[in-house]
């Protein structure tokens, strides 16, 4: 099983550059989560979805999209890139909504 | 509102010393509590959990933690620090979102070195 993965490793984005964060999961879990997690200021939740076409807002959704296609993948949109969106991305998933979340090795985002 | 606070922004602790981090939660219910470790340029791995039952909860690479909830803490704690166990620590409270789906609320981190 590869688990949750994740691409790009790294990008460079210009400011107003639109880009996608693929992330897949291979586990069968239908819960999927993005995060951002800037230094010293933990993860916060960006979206998260709790099934194949039901997504929803986190705790920092602007300037974010989200789609859930089918249950192995949630893909996130940036669509205008801002230097505030330099940060790193992980993408998560677990089988239940009480359950033990699994980590992609993330994505790291900079917007110059 | 819920929250997690880790005191603690950077340890520096001694190879073969024991090692406690501090972690306190603020959650009205009684939380689902989480540690997990993220080495540099990785993603977060899972060191332990706790849901219910024994507030003493044992995870991988000998890690324990202990749930207080007088104190509302969830110290993470080990022996015998390794130095492969230089890494970055968070504490989670899992969170009811609407519906009943749960959410993790992070901690800022605690950094941890190890010295030889």
């Known amino acids: 099983n590869a688990g949750v993965t994740q691409t790009p490793k790294f990008r460079i984005l210009k400011i107003g550059q639109s880009m996608t964060l693929q992330c897949a999961q291979d586990?069968?879990?239908?819960?999927m989560y993005w995060y951002r997690q800037d230094p010293g200021m933990g993860l916060k939740l960006i979206y998260y979805?709790?099934?194949?076409?039901?997504?929803d807002k986190g705790e920092v959704p602007n300037g974010y999209n989200v789609s859930r296609s089918t249950t192995e993948d949630f893909p996130l949109r940036l669509e205008l890139a801002a230097p505030s969106q330099t940060s790193v991305y992980f993408c998560?998933?677990?089988?239940?909504?009480?359950?033990?979340?699994?980590f992609g090795p993330g994505t790291r985002l900079l917007v110059l | 509102a819920q929250s997690v606070t880790q005191p603690d922004i950077h340890i520096t602790v001694s190879e073969g010393a024991s090692l406690e981090l501090r972690c306190n939660y603020s959650?009205?219910?009684?939380?689902?509590l989480f540690w997990y470790v993220q080495s540099p340029g990785q993603g977060l791995q899972l060191l332990l959990k706790?849901?219910?039952?024994?507030?003493l909860v044992q995870g991988i690479k000998g890690f324990e933690a202990e749930f207080k909830r007088s104190q509302s803490s969830f110290n993470l704690r080990k022996p015998s620090v390794h130095w492969s166990d230089a890494a970055e620590y968070f504490c989670?409270?899992?969170?009811?979102?609407?519906?009943?789906?749960?959410?993790?609320?992070f901690g800022a981190g605690t950094r941890l070195a190890v010295h030889p």
């Open positions: 998560a998933s677990s089988q239940g909504g009480g359950e033990t979340q699994y």
């Open positions: 586990m069968n879990h239908n819960y």
């Open positions: 979805s709790v099934g194949a076409g039901i997504t």
């Open positions: 959650y009205g219910a009684t939380p689902y």
């Open positions: 706790y849901f219910s039952g024994d507030t």
């Open positions: 989670a409270v899992g969170a009811n979102l609407i519906g009943g789906y749960n959410k993790l609320i």
